[in-house]
């Protein structure tokens, strides 16, 4: 009975052979070729071809598997003694392979490693002091403007660069400062596994947003349980994190106190009590279901500051200004699959800012309220083609009310909400030639204007290292809340972006070249110069050469990179009586970053050089308008991390060492002395140099982690 | 006799059952076998990838069986240990984790299959060490500590968390105090370690080996 058994299946043997080749026709070596639920099958050889012996009878699956390309799977009936099946794989349009959208965009993501820009290349840049906007200043389409330390995107004033945290918009991404001192970004670089910086021409999916988006993705994975202490020269920091299988939880808490630093190093600026600060971060993330995430962002902070404001023409004579602010930032997401091919991501943004100013016996209450609710459908409509949606809706609730001297109040408000939809697809023609094509309707209650914006971009690589880029984009944002509050029918302010972007990358080196054409229309315009009257007849232009070499293969332990922007903008907005350069704007702008990891004493030590050309600036003496040019601005900034431990490090760093007096631009007199000229004082830095030091000391339980991702 | 007759028809499907269990059985261990053998003595890509493809073949048959999504993990590990590019490095390590998630729902969180996550998370770190470093030395540990929480008498968690110590005393050049205790740990839980699982995970010992060098 037994040997009837053998010898019947041995009749029944069948060799299955044939070649595994990918759409070009060249062997897939490596690939799992076999029968469904049966353990026959072999691994393709290096030219291909493969054979296999089975003993299943009937009709099964052949199956054939290899990384990068989509499964195959062929019905196969076992009737002969050999069967011959040629296999052609289908190349998946994988993250690894395709290409991606470079015009306008830089994006850090640390996990994937074809970045040109590292999340952790925030904490340790030289003269960023772990602050975002600082670091993204060394990058090429930003202007650094000394005195304000926002970002200034390609010829865009500062509230034209926007920040979104998880895809949910920010009021006011920056903290509050003293006049002419340059402010700090409110979110700690550490808190983001990735940003994707864009200069021009992103997605539908961001609105409100003239020139420049950053979008800033919170961490989603649980990390170590660990606490993190740090003593720094002007104030103290204790974090902790709480892990748990499935999600954490993490909070800091930071006090800055600048008042030791100011008592040592003496400051431009008369300070009656220098800026003080507490700040508390919350963090907590679950995974809920199979592949759901929840991710709570919140972010609170109290500041305050108060300080001697000098008249020009007579410096005796002094005026307070002391200003409190409240802020807060909560942010819930949750993203989740709903099917194999369709996930949502859904989240609710919360903004408060409050400004409490006293200007001598004036006091000015200013409030901003914002909301923000979004959700978004991300699938794919056919193996090629990838469609995301989504609708949005943003809440502005704005107030200011003037109490002049006590006795007489002047405020104005406006609610203002926005509506919008957007749908963009991404055709993938291959793994070689991408375009993504989109558009965005939104809807303004205030103007009861709907408007669309089209948005289009293209990458193709050129080989297998270069590809080059195009961008095309209409772009929309409300005027600022001070215009928008005197003028509540203004509509928005339109740009339209045009960029094309070469990119090679190979071996850990980077080069880039990127030129635009960005064009301004329904800018807010003082009408015969009147504040008061506000109209959407302001225009302007910018365009520009941008280029960016990164290198960190070429020399052991080194990593540097080089950015240049040359930009040409001009436009007709506020005050302007016809167009000219904005004071915020430079020519040229150049930036030089290194850093160098020397093992032998366990240290990073880097530098950064900024330079940039004059800025303009308006002399009121004279009869042109912006023709005054500022010197040139330059700054050499080091740092250095030690780690003595594994859990503690030692950090210092220093702006500006070769102590350069840098002209930002000059205030006038609103009236002249009695030579009937209007005196000036330049705006320069509050003290030539900002030297930081820091002690960090991460507590856990296996001693092997510390903060320098952090710093 | 009828009865008789029913009992012996039963008891003979029975065995036939029985043996036809065994038999399946047998061919799944000897599957498994020749090809653990070849994940832990390959000498070329083309080999691992082999045993891993036909690692993955059993896996897809055999649908409650761990074993073979363990290996076929571990498989592709040892071929990320030899890729010189970061990219196809990290995207066996991809793979590697996909195979340890499945093994993980059908063998639940095995203090094994704990381990194996690890040895991802630090095979992660030698893509880029400077950026990755800091954060995967501190989450590999953690899931080292994890893997030995639930078994503490599993030597591959001691022997792969004895070697993330070495790698920081290194760097540090502090004395390598921590690390020879736990890889002292690790020989004894070695030398202690039986298995009625012919297929139990046996790797590691060489490990411990060569790192016992660096502490005499």
């Known amino acids: ?711 | 006799m009828k009865k008789v007759n029913i009992i012996s028809i039963l008891s003979a499907t029975l065995l036939l059952v029985a043996h036809s269990l065994l038999a399946t059985d047998i061919q799944y261990i000897e599957a498994m076998q020749k090809n653990i053998h070849v994940v832990y003595t390959a000498q070329s890509m083309a080999e691992l990838q082999e045993a891993v493809n036909a690692l993955q073949r059993i896996g897809a048959a055999e649908k409650n069986k761990w074993e073979p999504h363990y290996y076929a993990s571990f498989g592709y590990i040892m071929m990320a240990s030899r890729e010189q590019d970061g990219a196809k490095k990290d995207s066996y390590l991809d793979q590697a984790m996909a195979g340890i998630e499945k093994a993980k729902t059908i063998n639940g969180n095995d203090s094994e299959v704990v381990a194996l996550e690890g040895f991802v998370q630090m095979m992660r770190i030698t893509v880029d060490p400077g950026t990755r470093g800091p954060q995967y030395s501190g989450l590999a540990m953690q899931t080292f500590g994890k893997a030995s929480a639930m078994n503490p008498d599993n030597p591959r968690a001691l022997v792969l968390k004895a070697q993330m110590q070495f790698g920081t005393s290194k760097f540090f050049g502090s004395p390598a105090t921590d690390a020879c205790e736990t890889l002292d740990l690790a020989v004894t839980k070695f030398e202690a370690s039986a298995s009625t699982n012919p297929l139990a995970p046996q790797w590691g010992r060489e490990m411990a080996t060569a790192l016992q060098h660096e502490c005499n």
Request: net charge neutral; proline share 3%; aromatic share 14%.
């Open chain 1, 1 to 711: 009975m037994l040997s009837v058994f053998v010898f019947s299946s041995s009749v029944c043997q069948v060799t299955i052979s044939g070649r595994v080749t990918d759409g070009q026709g060249e062997p897939v070596p490596g690939t799992n070729v076999f029968l469904k639920d049966t353990y026959d099958g072999a691994s393709s050889l290096g030219d291909g071809s493969f054979e296999f012996i089975t003993t299943a009878v009937g009709k099964a699956d052949l199956i054939a598997k290899f990384i990068g390309y989509r499964d195959f799977v062929q019905p196969v009936l076992l009737d002969a003694q050999r069967i011959v099946v040629e296999i052609r794989l289908e190349e998946t349009i994988s993250e690894l392979k395709a290409v991606t959208i470079t015009a306008g965009a830089f994006t850090a993501n640390d996990a994937s490693r074809r970045t040109i820009f590292k999340a952790a290349d925030i904490a340790s840049t030289a003269g960023a002091t772990a602050d975002i906007a600082g670091a993204l200043n060394t990058l090429p389409g930003t202007q650094k403007v000394g005195e304000s330390g926002r970002l200034f995107v390609r010829g865009g004033d500062s509230n034209e660069a926007r920040t979104f945290i998880d895809g949910m918009v920010v009021l006011d991404a920056y903290n509050t400062t003293a006049p002419n001192t340059p402010s700090r970004g409110r979110f700690l670089p550490f808190m983001f596994k990735g940003t994707s910086f864009s200069t021009g021409g992103y997605s539908a999916e961001y609105g409100q947003a003239l020139s420049s988006a950053l979008v800033l993705d919170s961490k989603d994975k649980a990390e170590s349980t660990r606490t993190d202490i740090g003593i720094l020269s002007v104030g103290g920091d204790v974090a902790h994190t709480q892990a748990w299988d499935r999600g954490s939880v993490a909070g800091k808490i930071q006090y800055t106190n600048i008042r030791p630093y100011f008592g040592l190093i003496n400051q431009e600026i008369d300070w009656k009590t220098p800026p003080e600060s507490t700040e508390a971060v919350g963090v907590f993330r679950q995974q809920v279901g199979k592949d759901g995430l929840f991710k709570f962002y919140g972010n609170f902070n109290h500041s305050n500051f108060s300080l001697y404001h000098h008249d020009i023409n007579d410096n005796g004579v002094k005026q307070l200004y002391d200003l409190t602010n409240n802020y807060r930032y909560l942010n819930g997401s949750y993203i989740s699959s709903i099917n194999e091919k369709w996930s949502v991501h859904g989240g609710l943004s919360y903004s408060y800012i409050q400004n409490n100013t006293q200007i001598e016996f004036d006091n000015i209450l200013e409030s901003e309220k914002g909301i923000h609710a979004k959700t978004v459908f991300e699938g794919s409509l056919s193996v090629r083609v990838e469609l995301k949606t989504g609708i949005e809706v943003m809440q502005r609730n704005y107030a200011k009310s003037i109490y002049f001297n006590a006795d007489s109040t002047y405020s104005h408000w406006f609610n203002e909400l926005i509506a919008a939809g957007f749908a963009e697809v991404y055709i993938y023609a291959s793994n070689k030639f991408v375009v993504r094509i989109g558009t965005r309707l939104e809807y303004c209650n205030l103007t009861g204007k709907a408007g669309v914006d089209p948005r289009g971009s293209l990458a193709y690589k050129t080989g297998a290292t270069s590809q080059v880029s195009f961008a095309y984009g209409k772009f929309r944002q409300s005027a600022k809340h001070n215009l928008v509050s005197i003028n509540q029918a203004l509509d928005a302010e339109k740009a339209d972006h045009l960029i094309l972007n070469y990119q090679r990358v190979e071996n850990n080196r980077t080069f880039r070249v990127e030129t635009y054409y960005k064009r301004y229309e329904d800018l807010v315009k003082y009408e015969n110069g009147n504040p008061l009257l506000l109209t959407n007849t302001g225009k302007g232009f910018a365009r520009g050469v941008e280029l960016f070499w990164r290198d960190n293969h070429s020399i052991k332990n080194v990593d540097y990179w080089f950015s240049y922007s040359f930009l040409d903008t001009k436009r007709e907005y506020l005050d302007f009586p016809h167009r000219a350069t904005p004071a915020f704007a430079t020519a040229h702008n150049l930036s030089f970053v290194y850093k160098h990891f020397v093992p032998s004493i366990r240290s990073q030590v880097g530098f950064t050089y900024s330079y940039t050309t004059g800025r303009p600036f308006n002399d009121p003496n004279t009869a042109s308008f912006n023709k005054g040019k500022t010197p040139y601005y330059a700054d050499l900034s080091v740092n250095v991390a030690y780690l003595p431990r594994q859990f503690l490090i030692l950090y210092v760093s220093c702006t500006n060492v070769l102590g350069r007096d840098n002209i930002f631009g000059y205030e006038y007199s609103t009236t002249t002395d009695g030579t009937g000229a209007y005196r000036r004082r330049a705006i320069r830095q509050a003290a030539p140099r900002f030297l930081f030091l820091g002690i960090f000391i991460t507590l856990s339980k296996d001693k092997s982690v510390n903060q320098l991702p952090s710093l």
